[in-house]
């Protein structure tokens, strides 16, 4: 083999291994945990491969590769009526998930664009069921609703959906004015409300505050009237103990006292009596007798002294 043959085969083979190259490397698909590959085979679906490192048949595989993670795709503003034909803009957030790579790939072509058209239509439904007030107070319930049709529609293609969230609920102009004035009546009813307790406390308290002085009061002046009705007693018996022992005194010396003395202590309050010109005596017995009362002390009194000198003669 002459030296041009030898540089015509060089030529042939590098031509050969390049067409191979080209051939294989594009063949060789290297899949991350999360992608998964259906594989075509001739038109046909043979199988899901992944992940790592996949080898396909030059010109005969095919392979579609498939995200296996939880996405999301969102409607912006879009337009539904209420119940009480109310108009409004919301926003949604969808998200999903494959859960069947062979299904997404062969029975849906576009999955994004039909979930959203579906969402739309079944947004629209699910609000034109419910009332204003509703929509407004009620996202969870709607959020669940939402998810549980769009899953129905969607798990015959291999996906499921994970969760809607309401971002956003705009009402119109005058609704929302409307929704505020009424925030504020309910707060001033709340202000209102909370100052009507107070005061109703503050009342119950001074009342029951006035009960407790007054019961306190009551029972001061009670047991002031029980000291008060005490000192009297003591006071009324000190004093008929004070009597009763001055009449015993009394009684004590008069019971030893003579005629004689009786009789001069009679004089001695007529000598007062008599004394006052204005004083009039009235004499409820006879004079004379009373003279002879006094004649008889008298004539006693010199018998007794006659009686007493003969005594000292002898």
Known sequence: MD??????????????IFILLALIVPNIKILREYERAVIFRLGRVSGTKGPG????????????????????????????????????DIDVLFY???????????????????????????????IGDIMLDDVLAKREYINTVLRDKLDEMTERWG?????????EILPPSRVQNAMVRQMEAERIRRA????????????????EGDARSEILKAEGDREAAILEAEGVKQSIILEAEGEALALGKVFGVVKDIDSKTMTLQYLKALDALGNNEQTRMIF??????????VSEHVDKASEEDARSSKKKVK
């Open 284 to 293: 409820p017995l006879d004079f004379s007798s009373l003279t002879g009362m």
């Open 192 to 207: 209102m409300v909370i100052e009507a307790d107070g005061t109703k406390e503050a009342a119950i308290k001074v009342a």
């Open 53 to 88: 490192i996949v080898f396909l048949l030059p010109l005969i595989d095919r392979a579609v590769k498939v995200d296996l993670r939880e996405n999301y795709f969102e409607i912006r503003r879009q337009m539904c009526i209420t119940g009480d034909n109310s108009p409004l």
């Open 3 to 16: 030296g041009a043959d030898y540089g015509t085969l060089i030529i042939l083979m590098v031509v050969v």
């Open 159 to 167: 996906v499921k959906v994970t969760s809607v969230e309401i971002r």
């Open 96 to 126: 999903y998930r494959v859960i069947n790579p062979e299904d997404s790939v062969v029975k849906i072509k576009d999955f994004r664009g039909a979930a959203i058209g579906i969402a739309q239509t079944t947004l629209r439904s699910v």
